[in-house]
C-alpha cells in the first residue's frame, strides 16, 4: 500500500507521520496522538474535529458538521477525510481550545471551606482524623567481621525495634535494591517513610538520613471530560499542589458512549487507557510533584473518584457491556489495586483507592461526592445535583438515598457547544446583558481576554437573552440588532464578543444550535429532578437544601438557574454551589480509611432508579425542554419578575 | 565520533551492530547481547574471547591467552581487541561451545529415585505431602435487567459459596480485565484455578470452562554456570518437562567476582539481569511450558535456589558489598518477591520463593540442596559436597551442620579448561586410557562425536593419565608418543579425540594450563574438607556417607576422583552422587510450603565456617595441589592400587 506523509501542525510544534493513502485523517491524527476533539465521535455531525489544509489535499464527504463558508475557507472534517498525497493541515481554533492543556494551581493550602465542611461532617460520626503517614530516622550499626548480618536483615530489625513490632513491615524487592547504595553511601543511617494500615506499617520509600521528604498521597477525579488532581502532605493533612487537564480520551468522543464503542474496537483498550493513564494521570502527577518539588517515589498511594465508565476505561476493562441491555459492568467495587497495575508513574505497589458505583451510570464520582454534601447526615432532605457530562442526582437524607443518572451531554462543561469551553483560564464564566442593548458584561476566568464560554456563562447568557426577550421559550433568537445573525442554513446566532475582543482574532458566538443542546441538557436534569421526586412521593417544596457539584464553573448564578429553568423554583438560599464534590470526597478518601469505608457504606445504601423504567419520564424531559418549561407555572419567579 | 560496522557472524545467523572507532569489541558484542564467553573477565588471559576476521581489520595488543599460531590464522581476542573500520568476525568454537544453548528433556516424569527418597524423607517428619493447588469450575447465573449485579460481584460471590468462605479471594486487576469477556463468551461459566496459602486460597487463573489447564509451578537452580527448570503439575505434582541451558551471564565473566566487578560499572545492574531474566530464565519457561502445551498464564508460583551472588544479580540488588571486607550481602533471605517484579515471564503477582543463603559464598542451592541429603536427619555424620563453581560442603547430622565454601573454580562445569563444556549432549563424561598405547576409550553425552570434555570426564582423564604414568604429582605431561606434543610456550598437551573424531572439524585436547585450572579445583575441595574437619574435631573416618551433587555429571566415577585426591580415601559404597541436588530441593520448596518452612529451618541452624579465618587452610590447600597429595600416605589406595 503506498503511503503518504501527513504533518499536524499544532501549538506545541509540527508533528509529521507515515499514513496510508485512503487513510481516515481522525483515525491517522489519533494514532499519532494528536488530539482532535471528535466529540460525536466521527460522524460528521459536531464539526469539532475540523483542520485546514495549509498544503496538499484531502478528499473529503459533504457532512453535516461543516458550513460552506468554512468548506470555501479551506476547512475539512478529520473524521470525513481521507488522505490523497502528503498534506499539511492546522487544527481548528476549536481543537486548539479544547487540547488536554494541563494547568497547576497554586497552591491550595488549608483554606477551603468545603473541605473543612466535610472534615467536621466526618468528625462528627467520629470518622476523621486518621492520619496515615510516618517519617522515621533509623540508625543501624555498621557491619564488621563479627557482625555479618546482612543489609536487609539489619534494617528490618532496626526499624521493628523502632515500631515496637515483632514482624517488620516487608521490604519490597523495589526498596530492597537501593539498601546496600543507601546504607554505604549514609553512614548507615536512613530516613523510612511509611503508611499505616490495619495490618500494620507499610514501607512506602527509604531516603537518605537528611532527606526532607514525607509520606504523601494523591487525590483524583476522573471526569468524563475534565481531570482533576492534589497532592497532599500526609504528615499534615494539607494540600501541597493542585493541577487539572482535559480528559486526554476526549479524542475518541466526548461523552461515554463514543467512549466505549471506540474501546470494544481492535487495540481499543489500550488507547483509552494511554490516553487516560500516559497521556493524563501521569502528567498530572509529575505536574503536582513538581510544583511542590517532592519525588513521586515517596506517594503513598492514590484515590481516585470517576464514574463507572471512567472507571472501566481507565483499568483497561472492557466497558461495553454497560452499553448493552442488561447494563452490567463488570465491577461497581473493586480492591487490591496497585499503581503498577495501572501504570501510574508511582512506587509500584503503592495501593490505588477507587470510590464505589452504585449503578452503570451513578459512580464514585458520586459517592465520594456525597461525603461534603452531607446528605447521609442530614435529617432534612436534601437534593444533590451533579452537573457533568453526564447529570446525576441523589436525593435523601440520613434515612435514605436515591440515585438516578440522566445523559445532560457535555453542554455544561461545554463540550457540543460551537465556542463552549472547561471552565479554566478564558472561559467566560458570568455575563450580564444591557437590556436595551443586549450588550454583554462579560466576566473571564483570569481576567483576560475570551477564548470560549464555561457551563456557568451559558447559563448567564442564555437566561440573561431570555429574560430580554432576544430568546424564545423554544431557543430560537427572535431580536435584531449588529449581534444577531443567521447563516445560509438559516441558523441564527448571537455574537457574544467581536474577534477584536477575543484572544482568538475570531468571534465568539452562541448559535441556536447550542441552544438546542444547551435546553435539551437544562431539560435532562430538570425532568430527572421532577420524576424522582415523583418516585418518591415528595415535591420540589420538601426539599431543604440543594447541593450543586460538578465542574460547570464557581461562577454560577442560581437565580439565572432556575429562571432558565435548570433547577426547581424554591427559595435561592436552599441551593449551595460546592464545586468538585467529587474531589473533596477523594481527598478525603486519600487521608483517612475511615473516609473510604463511610464512602463504602453510603454507596451500599443508596437505591438506584433507572429513570427509563419510569413511565412518566419521556413526558416530562419533552416538556422541560422549553425555556423555562411549558408549564410556566413551575417557575412563577421567571422572566415575570 | 566515527562509527563502524561490527557483524558478528553466529550460529544463528549475522549480527550486525554500529559500534565507535576505538571501541573494544568485546564490550561492543556485549552490547549487541552477541554471547562471547569471557571467563576472565577481559584480561587477554583465558582465550575463551576469541574471534576470527573474515573481512576488514581490528587493532589488537599482544595477549598471553592467544598463541602465535592462532594469531597467525586471524584469530584475535576480543578483549583485547578495537574497532579500527567496519568488521566481520566469526565467533571461535570455544564460544561456540559455550553458547546459551537451551536444552529441552524429555519428561521426567515421577522416576526419579532422589526425588522419592526426598519426598520419603519429608514425610518422616511430616513436612509432606502439602498440595497446593486447586481448580474449580465457577457457574454464574446470567445478569438480568432485574439482576444487575456487576460482573466481578457476581463471580466473587459464586466463589465464595463455593470455595464455603466468607471473603472471597481477591480477583487481581489482570484477571478482572478479561472477565466480562470472559463470561459473555462461554455461557457464565469459568473455570479457576487456585493457589492455597496460609492465607486462604489465591486466584492464578481464569479460563473458559472447557480448559484443561491446573495450576502450575516452576522449580528452578541458577548456577554461576548452568541453570536448570522443571515445570510441575501442582495438581498431580508430577513433573511435567524440563529444560537447562548456560547462564546467560558467562559472557560477563565465569566466577562471580568478575560478574560482581561487571555489575558495579555502569548498566551493570540491568546487564546482569537482563542476561539472567530475559536471556535464560524468560526463555527456559517458554520452553517448558511449549514442551508441555500448557500456558505460562497458570503459573502459580516458582522456586528459586541458587548462590548468594546469584541472587543478587538475579534481583538486581547491588552485590558489591560481597566481595569486600566484610563480605555483607544485602539479603541471606527475601521475602515477598513477586514475578513482576523480577521481570519473569509469569502472571505479575505470582510469588517467587527463593531459597535461603547462609553466608556470602554459601547460599540457597546448598539449603535447598540438603533437603535431599538427608544430613538434617541422619544420625550419623555426613559430608555434603557441590561441585560447582564455587566449592560448598556441609558436614554435620541432626545435631549440627557446619559449612563453608572454597573458590574450586569453574573447572568441574567444563570452565577454565581449554575444551571444557557443560554435561550436555557432546560433552566427554567418562573415559578410560589403555596403559600401553594411553589412546582413550570415551563415552559421550548423547552418543555422537564428541565436542568437549565435562568434570566428570576430566576426572576420568586425569586420573587415567595418572594412574597410566603419563602424568606426573604436579600435572605435568611425562610421556611420549603421538597424542603428546608441546607448543611454542613449552605447554604439553594429551589429544583426547583427533580433528576426525570430533563434532568441531578440530582436535580436542587436554593441556598443562588445563591440568594445573584442574588440580587447583580438587585441591580446594580436598583442603576445605580436611580444615573443616579438622575444626569440628573429626577426621575422615567419621563420615558415615558422602553425598556429592552438581553439575560436574552423572557419570561421575568415584574411584577415580579418590584416586587424583578430590575426595577422602574411603570405601567407594560410602559415596553416593544425588545430581541437581539444588534442583531437587526447589522442587519440593515449589509443591509444599511446608517444604519452604523446612529449608527456612535448616539454613537457620547452619553454622557458617570462613575458611580464610582458619589457620591451617592455606597450607593445607597447597598441599593438596598435587596427584593426588603431597602427603600420600592420605591415598594409600592411589596408583599403588
Not at 10 to 36: F, H, K, Y
Not at 147 to 154: A, E, F, N, V, Y
Not at 461 to 474: H, M, N, Q, Y
Not at 612 to 626: K, L, R, T, V
Request: with cysteine.
Amino acid at each position: 500500500m503506498r503511503s503518504a506523509t501527513v504533518t499536524f501542525r499544532t501549538s506545541s510544534g509540527d508533528v509529521a507521520v507515515p499514513a496510508d493513502l485512503g487513510a481516515n485523517l481522525l483515525e491517522v491524527a489519533q494514532q499519532a496522538d494528536v488530539a482532535i476533539d471528535a466529540p460525536c465521535g466521527g460522524n460528521g455531525t459536531c464539526g469539532k474535529c475540523r483542520v485546514r489544509v495549509l498544503e496538499g489535499t484531502l478528499e473529503s464527504e459533504d457532512a453535516l458538521g461543516l458550513s460552506p463558508a468554512a468548506k470555501a475557507a479551506g476547512w475539512y472534517l478529520a473524521c470525513k477525510s481521507s488522505i490523497v498525497g502528503d498534506v499539511v493541515v492546522e487544527l481548528s481554533d476549536a481543537a486548539a481550545a479544547w487540547q488536554t492543556g494541563l494547568k497547576v494551581a497554586d497552591v491550595v493550602g488549608d483554606d477551603d471551606q468545603v473541605w473543612h465542611d466535610t472534615v467536621a461532617l466526618l468528625e462528627m460520626e467520629g470518622h476523621w482524623p486518621d492520619w496515615e503517614g510516618d517519617a522515621l530516622l533509623i540508625e543501624l550499626e555498621p557491619p564488621s567481621t563479627e557482625d555479618t548480618t546482612s543489609d536487609l536483615q539489619r534494617f528490618s530489625d532496626a526499624l521493628a525495634r523502632t515500631l515496637g513490632v515483632d514482624k517488620p513491615p516487608l521490604v519490597p524487592l523495589g526498596l530492597a535494591r537501593a539498601l546496600p547504595g543507601l546504607l554505604r553511601e549514609n553512614d548507615f543511617k536512613v530516613l523510612c517513610l511509611l503508611r499505616k494500615t490495619k495490618y500494620g506499617p507499610r514501607l512506602i520509600a527509604l531516603l537518605p538520613y537528611d532527606s526532607l521528604e514525607v509520606p504523601y498521597a494523591l487525590a483524583c477525579d476522573i471526569g468524563t471530560t475534565g481531570v482533576s488532581m492534589i497532592l497532599i502532605d500526609l504528615m499534615k493533612g494539607t494540600v501541597l499542589a493542585s493541577a487539572s487537564a482535559g480528559n486526554g480520551q476526549i479524542r475518541y468522543g466526548a461523552d461515554i458512549i463514543n467512549r466505549i464503542i471506540r474501546q470494544a474496537r481492535p487495540g481499543g483498550i489500550s488507547r483509552l487507557r494511554e490516553a487516560i493513564v500516559d497521556q493524563t494521570l501521569n502528567p498530572l502527577i509529575e505536574a503536582v510533584c513538581k510544583r511542590a518539588g517532592v519525588s513521586s517515589e515517596c506517594i503513598s498511594h492514590m484515590a481516585i473518584a470517576g464514574n463507572t465508565t471512567m472507571m472501566h476505561l481507565l483499568l483497561g476493562v472492557e466497558a461495553d457491556p454497560l452499553r448493552k441491555e442488561p447494563f452490567v459492568p463488570c465491577f461497581y467495587d473493586i480492591e487490591g489495586l496497585r499503581a503498577g497495575d495501572i501504570g501510574l508513574t508511582m512506587p509500584i505497589f503503592a495501593p490505588v483507592y477507587v470510590a464505589p458505583s452504585v449503578g452503570s451510570y451513578v459512580g464514585g464520582d458520586i459517592t465520594a461526592g456525597l461525603l461534603p454534601s452531607g446528605l447521609w447526615q442530614s435529617e432534612e432532605l436534601r437534593l444533590f445535583v451533579d452537573l457533568g457530562t453526564n447529570g446525576e442526582l441523589v436525593f435523601g437524607n440520613n434515612e435514605f438515598l436515591m440515585t438516578c443518572a440522566c445523559s445532560a451531554g457535555p453542554a455544561f462543561e461545554g463540550g457540543d457547544i460551537k465556542n463552549g469551553m472547561r471552565a479554566v483560564d478564558g472561559a467566560i464564566e458570568a455575563a450580564i446583558i444591557d437590556a436595551q442593548t443586549l450588550d454583554p458584561h462579560l466576566t473571564v476566568i483570569g481576567g483576560g481576554k475570551p477564548t470560549g464560554i464555561c457551563g456557568s456563562g451559558l447559563i448567564d447568557l442564555v437566561s440573561e437573552l431570555f429574560r430580554g426577550g432576544a430568546i424564545d421559550g423554544k431557543g430560537r433568537f427572535i431580536a435584531q440588532g449588529r449581534r444577531f445573525s443567521r447563516d445560509v442554513h438559516g441558523i441564527g446566532s448571537y455574537t457574544v464578543a467581536f474577534a477584536e475582543e477575543t484572544a482568538l482574532g475570531h468571534e465568539v458566538v452562541l448559535t441556536e444550535v447550542d441552544l438546542e443542546n444547551f435546553i435539551r441538557a437544562k431539560g435532562a436534569i430538570f425532568s430527572a429532578i421532577t420524576v424522582m421526586l415523583d418516585a418518591t412521593g415528595f415535591s420540589v417544596t420538601d426539599i431543604s437544601r440543594v447541593i450543586v457539584a460538578g465542574g460547570i464553573g464557581s461562577g454560577i448564578d442560581i437565580g439565572n438557574a432556575i429562571a432558565i429553568g435548570l433547577f426547581p423554583d424554591i427559595a435561592q438560599d436552599r441551593y449551595a454551589y460546592l464545586g468538585n464534590t467529587s474531589l473533596i470526597g477523594a481527598r478525603a478518601m486519600a487521608q483517612s480509611p475511615r473516609a473510604r469505608a463511610k464512602v463504602k457504606e453510603i454507596a451500599s445504601g443508596m437505591t438506584y432508579l433507572e429513570l427509563s423504567n419510569e413511565p412518566g419520564y419521556m413526558d416530562a424531559f419533552i416538556a422541560a425542554c422549553f425555556l423555562p418549561h411549558t408549564d410556566a407555572s413551575l417557575f412563577p419567579s421567571s422572566r415575570s419578575a
